[in-house]
């Protein structure tokens, strides 16, 4: 990135700094299209996952969108009359609602499903989404802004037409994204200007931003061996929290899940108590989605699960990272006792 930074050419000039700046969002492409074994050519950068997610949905020319209930608001909010597929209750998209809803009308439609949460980490059938998408006509969106990096991603195997991506998901830099988007797609451009990206979103590029995005891709791409290891750190994380609290809820534990990411909910203490009280040890944690925090309110997600209000404001996310080791589990295990001793929901 600060090589990026230090290149002063536009990467739209034909001159020779103009190139340099245009090889460096080049490269990047190339590593952020291996990533999900996509074509560069497909790879639209944007400022995040949000304006992916707003460019698929708003972009694509279809009228009716079907969006799973637990996708990011930056899905949700994309257009009007989205309708929503529901969700059973291990927080997986309900496939036969989507069938009945494509079998419902005929109009060419447009079908977003993510890949993996981002409250809870459950994994969604989104091939077989894909699938049924293909079988009514319809276009095949899906935001993998949680997956990607975390999991294996291949864009045919998926069969989606579209992906939404975000670098600071992958330790990348805040503020650069991606949607790919298929040759065989039209999409209509929502930021118009100069032409930028082939005509499918305008606008400079972020080039440091893009460059950062490049080198995480790259980098996330070697580390998903690393995964395992999050995933059994996650494990004892669960385990513990179900021995020392037994009060405790743990969200979609039955579910195949995204290996960092654990939903917790501590019944009787409102999420942000827990949260404010782990802050002070140090611990950060989220209650619902962070992505649109300061605000703190009972999460969407949960409920469309079918979990209480209750529950869904006693719920906090917990994350592991790369460097996330056993110490910070049982630091974290302790400092939740902590707060449901102090609130008289466990035993010293
Ligand atoms: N989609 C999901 C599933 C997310 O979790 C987030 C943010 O965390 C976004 C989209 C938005 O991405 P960005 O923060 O890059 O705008």
Not at 85 to 102: E, K, S, T, Y
Not at 112 to 128: H, K
Not at 155 to 179: F, Y
């Amino acid at each position: 990135m600060s090589a990026a930074a230090q290149l002063c050419g536009n990467p739209s000039s034909v001159h020779v700094f103009g190139r340099a700046a245009r090889k460096a969002v080049e490269d990047a492409r190339g590593r952020v299209a291996a990533l999900a074994s996509a074509h560069p050519a497909d790879i639209v950068f944007t400022s995040g996952g949000t304006e992916a997610n707003n460019l698929a949905l708003r972009g694509c020319g279809r009228k009716r969108v079907l969006a799973s209930a637990i996708e990011h608001p930056s899905v949700l909010e994309a257009a009007e009359g989205i309708e929503t597929i529901p969700v059973n209750a291990g927080g997986a998209v309900d496939l036969d609602a989507l069938r009945g809803m494509l079998a419902s009308r005929g109009e060419p439609t447009l079908v977003s499903v993510m890949l993996a949460n981002n409250e809870t980490g459950v994994l969604q059938p989104v091939a077989e989404a894909a699938a049924l998408a293909r079988e009514f006509g319809a276009l095949m969106h899906c935001d993998a802004v949680q997956a990607a990096g975390r999991l294996p991603l291949d864009i045919a195997a998926l069969g989606v037409d579209m992906l939404t991506m975000s670098a600071h998901k992958m330790g990348g830099p805040k503020g650069a994204g991606a949607l790919i988007v298929a040759e065989r797609v039209r999409l209509e451009p929502i930021i118009r200007g100069g032409g930028q990206e082939r005509g499918r979103r305008s606008g400079t590029e972020n080039l440091p931003g893009i460059a950062g995005f490049g080198a995480a891709a790259e980098l996330a791409a070697l580390d998903l061996a690393a995964v395992r290891e999050i995933a059994r750190l996650r494990d004892m994380l669960e385990r513990c929290v179900a021995d020392e609290i037994p009060v405790a809820r743990i969200i979609a534990c039955d579910s195949e899940r995204l290996p960092n990411t654990s939903c917790l909910a501590l019944p009787g203490v409102p999420a942000e108590t827990q949260v404010m009280a782990l802050d002070l040890e140090g611990i950060a944690v989220s209650a619902g989605s962070a992505c649109s925090s300061g605000k703190v309110k009972p999460s969407s997600v949960l409920r469309a699960m079918g979990l209480s209000d209750e529950i869904a404001a006693c719920a906090i996310r917990v994350s592991l990272g790369s460097e996330t080791g056993e110490a910070e589990i049982q630091r974290f295990v302790a400092a939740w006792k902590a707060v449901a001793v102090r609130a008289g929901r466990a035993a010293a």
